[in-house]
């Protein structure tokens, strides 16, 4: 069975730095493309960032752009989004999702981890 | 970015019913459009992909249809389970943008 399961989220202070973490597990996880995609309170769903399978390229959202750094680990099967500056607007729950390509899709998502920007 | 915007925001219908939500890309995405189903305080779930495509497990009354800009996903006979929000997906070309979403709630 595909399992994501993030970790990290939590309340950071506005400009404070947090580390998120997708630990997968049921698939060959070296193979696949990984991203991360997030959800403000009561608003819609937000790409944020991926990462090649190779760990070698990395994408982000133009919002994000400068501040997050998306890196994997192919040996143990994770996947990271270190969050520097944070702002108000960066809250929100994060999903660590799996992506398959040709065709394309988004096919597994995590359950989501909290952050609070607040001071 | 690609643009997407889906219609209508939101819709009430009743069991048996059929229904359809439509995606509109702002330039050409060929077929690479997903959708997914988000029910509250769930992730998000694939339901459809490459525009036509059904994910392995989803109920066959979900269907989706379109290329291009253009891009519906229709259930065939609602069901109470199928009320949740609806979000399409452009994977054409990054940043990857999502419309806002598409409330179903159940009459």
Known sequence: EVQLLESGGGLVQPGGSLRLSCAASGFTFSTYAMNWVRQAPGKGLEWVSGISASGVTPFYADAVKGRFTISRDNYNDTVVLQMEALRGDDTAVYYCVRYTGFPSRFDAWGQGTLVTVSS | ?107
């Open chain 2, 1 to 107: 970015a690609i643009q997407m915007t889906q219609s209508p925001s939101s819709l009430s219908a009743s069991v048996g019913d059929r229904v359809t939500i439509t995606c509109r890309a702002s330039q050409d995405i060929r077929n690479d459009l997903g959708w997914y189903q988000q029910k509250p305080g769930k992730a998000p779930k694939l339901l459809i992909y490459a525009a036509s495509s059904v994910q392995d497990g989803v109920p066959s009354r979900f269907s989706g249809s379109g290329s291009g800009t253009e891009f519906t996903l229709t259930i065939s006979s609602l069901q109470p389970e199928d009320s949740a929000t609806y979000y399409c997906l452009q994977d054409y070309f990054r940043p990857y943008t999502f419309g806002q979403g598409a409330k179903l709630e159940i009459k």
